[in-house]
């Protein structure tokens, strides 16, 4: 079993930045998929970005390029998403997830084990 603790979350205005960080622990292996998704109200939830613990590869989708970066501190089981230049349509419930597919094949379309979610909400 693996737990996932989000932080970071908080209000700013459009063009700000926020970091959130997710802490990992349980059977955390040195090679997992972690990654961020997200859920705005109403929506489905999607996810944003992803890395390979093991390789260090990374991916996100085109919504977030240029202004997401995903990184992760594995000496301490950590996880990272800086977001700049802020949009209204980041808005949303974020949430760190971890999966055992190392390679992060189809990370996209879900994970083994999600936190509970830390609150984005950019006011334009």
């Known amino acids: 079993q693996v737990q996932l603790v989000e932080s970071g979350g908080g209000s700013v205005q459009a063009g700000g930045s926020l970091r959130l960080s997710c802490v990992a622990s349980?059977?955390?292996?040195?090679?997992?998929?972690m990654g961020w998704f997200r859920q705005a109200p109403g929506k489905e939830r999607e996810g944003v970005a992803a890395?390979?613990?093991?390789?260090?590869?990374?991916y996100n989708i085109d919504s977030v390029k240029g202004r997401f970066t995903i990184s992760q501190d594995n000496a301490k089981n950590m996880l990272y998403l800086q977001m700049n230049s802020l949009k209204s349509e980041d808005t949303a419930m974020y949430y760190c997830?971890?999966?055992?597919?190392?390679?992060?094949?189809?990370?996209?379309?879900?994970?083994?084990?999600y936190g509970k979610g830390t609150l984005v909400t950019i006011s334009s």
């Open positions: 890395i390979s613990t093991s390789a260090g590869s990374t």
């Open positions: 997830a971890a999966d055992s597919r190392s390679n992060c094949g189809g990370w996209y379309y879900g994970m083994d084990y």
């Open positions: 349980g059977s955390i292996y040195s090679s997992y998929c």
